[in-house]
C-alpha cells in the first residue's frame, strides 16, 4: 500500500462536473479516504469507501471503486469556486490494524467562475 | 463536539534545536497518527499510538520521536532540527481499530532557520 497516484492538477468551470482520479497498489486496500486541503489548513475528511463497494454517493460528492483496476474517483457534481482546494485520495492497507494511511501527492482542483 | 487540536500552530526554530509538538485527539478517540507534509515528499506518516503504545513506525531517523498520554494526548519531538525538518506536522486522531474514520488537526507549521 505504498503506490497512489493521482493526476497533479484539474481545471473546470463553476457548474461543471469535477471528476478525480486515482489508482493504487495494495489490493488488500480494506478502506479508501478522499480528503481536501484548503491552502493553510489541515486535511478534512471528504467520504470514504470501504473496499467491497463500488460506489457512495453523498450529496454533490460520488466515489466509484474499481477494484479490478485498482481505480478510485471522486466526482464533484455542480462544482462551485468553494471547491477549488487540494484532493488526496489515500489507501489504507489490510495489514494495518490501526491507522496508517498512504497518500498520494494530490489533486489541484481550480474553479473559474 | 472539538476536534483535533494541535499546538503551536506555528514555530520557528534555528538548527540544532529540538522541538515538541502536541496534539489533542477528539474526545473518546484513543489513537493518533503523526504525518509530515512537505512540498517535495507529500504526506509521509511518521507514528501511530494507540492506548499509549507506538503500534506503527515510518521511515524517519531516530531524531524523530513521540509519545502518547493516558489521556490520549500526544506528543512529537524532533531533536537536533535540520532545515529539511521544515514542514507541516499533520496530526490525526480515530477510535481505533479496522475502518475507522481519521480526522486530522490544522497541524503545526514548523520553519527551521
Known amino acids: 500500500g505504498e503506490d497512489v497516484e493521482q493526476s497533479l492538477f484539474l481545471s473546470v468551470r463553476e457548474g461543471d462536473s469535477s471528476v478525480i482520479n486515482c489508482t493504487y497498489t495494495?489490493?488488500?486496500?480494506?478502506?479508501l479516504y478522499w480528503y481536501k486541503q484548503e491552502p493553510g489548513a489541515g486535511l478534512q475528511l471528504l467520504t470514504y469507501?470501504?473496499?467491497?463497494?463500488d460506489m457512495k454517493q453523498d450529496q454533490r460528492l460520488t466515489v466509484l471503486l474499481n477494484k479490478k483496476d485498482k481505480h478510485l474517483s471522486l466526482r464533484i457534481a455542480d462544482t462551485q469556486t468553494g471547491d477549488s482546494a487540494i484532493y488526496f485520495c489515500?489507501?489504507?492497507?489490510?495489514?494495518?490494524?490501526?491507522?496508517?494511511?498512504?497518500f498520494g501527492r494530490g489533486t489541484q482542483l481550480t474553479v473559474w467562475p | 463536539k472539538a476536534g483535533v487540536t494541535q499546538t503551536p500552530r506555528y514555530l520557528i526554530k534555528t538548527r540544532g534545536q529540538q522541538v515538541t509538538l502536541s496534539c489533542s485527539p477528539i474526545?473518546?478517540?484513543?489513537?493518533v497518527s503523526w504525518y509530515q507534509q512537505t512540498p517535495g515528499q507529500g504526506l509521509q506518516f511518521l507514528f501511530e499510538?494507540?492506548?499509549?503504545?507506538?503500534?506503527n513506525k515510518g521511515n524517519f531517523p531516530g531524531r524523530f520521536s513521540g509519545r502518547q498520554f493516558s489521556n490520549s494526548r500526544s506528543e512529537m519531538n524532533v531533536s537536533t532540527l535540520e532545515l529539511g525538518d521544515s514542514a507541516l506536522y499533520l496530526c490525526a486522531s480515530s477510535l481505533g481499530g479496522q475502518g475507522n474514520e481519521q480526522f486530522f488537526g490544522p497541524g503545526t507549521r514548523l520553519t527551521v532557520l
Open positions: 495494495d489490493s488488500s486496500s480494506t478502506y
Open positions: 474526545s473518546g478517540h484513543r489513537s
Open positions: 469507501i470501504f473496499s467491497n463497494m
Open positions: 489515500a489507501e489504507r492497507d489490510r495489514g494495518s490494524t490501526l491507522g496508517r494511511l498512504y
Open positions: 499510538y494507540f492506548s499509549e503504545t507506538q503500534r
